[in-house]
């Protein structure tokens, strides 16, 4: 069974610029949810989304957002991109309710 | 507020011995979930153990049991016979009740080295 699949796996991009990253969820897995890691911040929960609607959204600005597929994959998007950016971006995906949540290896995203 | 504190930003143990990693939550909801993590330097996020807090049992998996203790709300997880490639940080996260909304609350972490 495939686990949950970032990609890319590493991303160099410029101040200003926009980027995307997507994340297959583990099939039947219907929950997908985002968070940026960073050495200062720690683990931070940017949003969710289930059957194609985000339930539940962080606090980050409006230059973070996200879609989710009726396949179930999602995308994130941050445009705009600042140097405070830089960062490890997880998706963790779930069937839903009081169930396991698996995480993808990450995309390494590093803003110049 | 929903919170998760991991106290021990770094802990040592011997090779071959067992270890306990501190968690502790604060909720006001009676349904919600426990996990715990392990991160190595690689970067992926990689899935240990859950507990549901309407579980009766501590859970476990193989080497790793989480002691669960309701009316203190603490989650321990416990790693038996410790490996070399135990190496890494370990988050504990909870997860409010579903209709919350997905999200996972993460703590600070633990580093754990194993030395031979």
């Known amino acids: 069974k495939a686990g949950v699949t970032q990609t890319p796996r590493y991303l160099i991009k410029t101040r200003g610029q926009q980027v995307t990253l997507s994340c297959s969820p583990i099939s039947g897995h219907r929950s997908v949810s985002w968070y940026q890691q960073t050495p200062g911040q720690g683990l931070q929960f940017l949003f969710e989304y289930f059957s194609e609607t985000q339930r539940n959204k962080g606090n980050f600005p409006g230059r973070f957002s996200g879609r989710q597929f009726s396949n179930s994959r999602s995308e994130m998007n941050v445009s705009t991109l600042e140097l405070g950016d830089s960062a490890l971006y997880l998706c963790?995906?779930?069937?839903?309710?009081?169930?396991?949540?698996?995480f993808g290896q990450g995309t390494r995203l590093t803003v110049v | 507020a929903q919170k998760i504190t991991q106290t021990q930003p770094g802990m040592f143990v011997q090779e071959k011995e067992a270890v306990t990693l501190d968690c502790t939550y604060d909720t006001s909801d009676p349904s919600y979930g426990l996990f715990w993590y392990k991160q190595p330097s690689s970067g992926e996020m990689i899935f240990l153990i859950y507990?549901?807090?309407?579980?009766?049992q501590n859970a476990t998996e193989g080497r790793y049991s989480l002691n669960f203790q309701k009316a203190r709300k603490s989650a321990n997880l416990v790693i038996s016979a410790s490996q070399l490639g135990d190496s890494a940080m370990y988050f504990c996260a909870m997860r409010p009740p579903w209709d919350q909304g997905g999200k996972l609350i993460f703590g600070q972490g633990t580093e754990l080295s194993v030395k031979p």
């Open positions: 507990q549901g807090s309407y579980d009766q």
């Open positions: 963790a995906s779930s069937r839903g309710g009081n169930t396991e949540a698996f």
